[in-house]
């Protein structure tokens, strides 16, 4: 009988580990990004990647000198956005945007996304948290 209670317990301290480390794998926006930082970005959309467990944009974003990079932009996940009710056409590829967005603390070309508004000038998204 004890060594059946000690099973349980050890398996329910298993279980216990195993949803800490997936709760810990999802980040908070401000582990990667900085809220305090923003910028404005406009290009034209490459691609969107409408994925678990966030949805990326890629923009193409001209320098001054003409040359083009791309950003990574990342949003919520599917889920929260079709509750907001916007569907996978809410950004599209070849659409020109401006996007607000919050930088990573890495340096890297990517934004958390804040605001994004189309070139008719129509807000297609605002998130909170960023």
């Known amino acids: 009988m004890r060594q ?3 099973r349980d317990a050890l398996s329910g301290f298993v279980m216990v ?12 926006i401000g582990a990667v990004y900085d809220t305090m ?13 409408w994925k678990q467990p966030h949805v990326m944009i890629h923009l193409n974003v001209k320098n001054d000198d003409g ?5 990574d932009v990342e949003t919520q ?9 916007l569907s996978q056409d809410f950004a599209k590829p070849g659409e020109s945007v401006t ?6 603390k890495d340096g890297s070309r990517k934004g958390w996304l804040h605001e994004m508004v189309s ?5 297609s998204f605002t998130a909170g948290g960023c």
Request: charged letters at 10%; a positive charge.
């Open 4 to 6: 059946l209670q000690m």
């Open 17 to 28: 580990i195993a949803l800490a480390t997936v709760a810990l794998a999802h980040h908070t």
């Open 37 to 49: 930082h923003r910028i404005t970005l406009s290009g034209v959309i490459a691609d969107v990647e």
């Open 67 to 71: 040359t083009s990079i791309v950003w």
């Open 77 to 85: 996940g599917p889920l929260n956005l079709k509750q907001k009710g």
């Open 99 to 104: 996007m607000t967005v919050c930088v990573a």
């Open 119 to 123: 070139s008719a000038g129509t807000t």
